[in-house]
């Protein structure tokens, strides 16, 4: 079978080579990469065009600068074949990711959407952790919890062009969170996820534009994506970004101070992740102070999370055979948990 890739690149000169390496040294080589450069100012229209000189599967498109969603979905309308992976222009493939994932839905017709558990590298390209990878449909969706479906890594996800357009693509009038809307929406059109317990990609943490106002922007968004979910499985009307705004201004303050505090201990753990990453330890270590003081429960259980992801990660190494052997599994349900 032969697969799609796309990618989406704006200003991402820094790791756009490894990136794209990561894709044509594929073990699976019937594939072509589909990258949409969404109005870069940087080096990086240049470097596609080395790699699209030298290699015919590479297709660069070029559009003015729309955002992801918009530079995602103008990349799906070129794909060529009917599986699609996504892979973004700072992570990287590993080199069987597409075959083990094309063989994993051989095994599982049903499945529309495959995704992975992932391992976090630095700025160096050193890995530093591994993420977790739960996904569990029925109970999601008998429990009106989403978390158990949307949490997924899109730099892993392999998914039926097909299924795709039949749920309209990514939505472009949101640009944050727009593969959590997508995975929302295929499961409550019917389309299935699965997750295939691999480590079948390298998820890039640097600090990049993580300021406050994006990070609460992005958790507005995935609050109102949430809602939406447990709304259309009610078989209720959406609600507009307006009236979901309303509606959590008329919440009790008890609820809303909760969830404040909870955002800001969440940001602060993500920053002192990509403070890792980039390798700024004093950084690090107070961001992670501050997540703990906010709160220690929460921070503290994800901490571990990922100290036994990385464990889990690193004994995997340990067995060359997974890269090798055929028979993919599909997850035995899991208690939910996101990425991050």
Known sequence: ??????????NGERFLAEAVESVLNQSLSELELIVVDDGSTDSSPQILDAYARRDARVKVFRQDHRGVSAAANAGMRQ?????????DSDDRMLPHRLERQVAFLKLHPEVDVACSPCYFINTAGKRIGASSCRVDLE?????????????LTQSTVLMKKDAFFKVGGYREDIDFAEDRDLWGRLVTAGYTIACQQEFLAEYRLHSGAMTMKRAALQQELCYYIDENVKRRLRRQAELSLNAFRALRR??????????????????AFKRASRHYGERQYVRCALSFAAAVLLNPIGIVGRA???VRNHQRGAAVLTRPSLTTRL???????HAGQGNE
Do not use: W
């Not at 032969?2 to 690149?9: D, R």
């Not at 008329?250 to 940001?267: Q, T, Y």
């Open 1 to 10: 079978m032969c697969v799609s890739v796309v990618m989406t690149v704006y």
């Open 327 to 333: 028979q993919p599994e599909l997850q035995t349900p």
């Open 79 to 87: 794909a060529t074949y009917d599986l699609i992976a996504r892979s």
């Open 304 to 306: 571990l999370d990922r």
């Open 250 to 267: 008329h919440e009790p303050l008890s609820r809303r101070l909760r969830d404040n505090l909870d955002f800001l201990a969440v940001h």
């Open 139 to 151: 109970r999601g969706k008998r429990e009106l919890k989403p978390a158990y479906f949307v949490n």
